[in-house]
């Protein structure tokens, strides 16, 4: 989850977060979303497993109200939850895909 200079809260997935940070940063492959709403700090990221599990979490983070996005950052192991709630234990042995949610 990266946080804008604005105070929104932005979410998405990627196999390489350090990877796809930069590019937000760089502004010219990163999210249209996040073009202008510098400075932008990565504020959480998470292991979820595989690209079906990423989309799913990520999904359902997109549909939380701010605050409830607000007490996942300050509160990560929820997405361990939300994982466990909407797609079942987590396989370990496939595990490339985050969420930088």
Same mark, same amino acid.
């Given at each position: ?21 930069? &590019? ?7 999210? *249209? ?11 959480? &990221? ?5 690209? #079906? ?11 939380? =109200?701010? =605050? &409830?996005?607000? *007490?996942?950052?300050?509160?990560? #192991?929820?997405?361990? &939850? ?11 042995? =496939?595990?490339?895909? *985050?969420? =930088? #949610?």
């Amino acid at each position: 989850m990266i946080r804008c200079g604005d105070g929104s809260l932005y979410t998405g997935i990627t196999t390489d977060v350090a990877r796809r940070f930069g &590019e937000h940063l760089a502004g010219n492959t990163g999210s *249209k979303y996040l073009r202008g709403r510098a400075p932008l700090e990565l504020v959480l &990221e998470h292991v979820v497993g595989d690209r #079906s599990r990423a989309s799913k979490i990520e999904y359902r983070i997109k549909k939380l =109200s701010r =605050s &409830e996005k607000e *007490k996942i950052v300050s509160l990560p #192991s929820l997405v361990d &939850e939300m994982i466990f709630e909407h797609c079942g234990p987590l396989n370990t042995k =496939s595990m490339p895909y *985050k969420t =930088s #949610s």
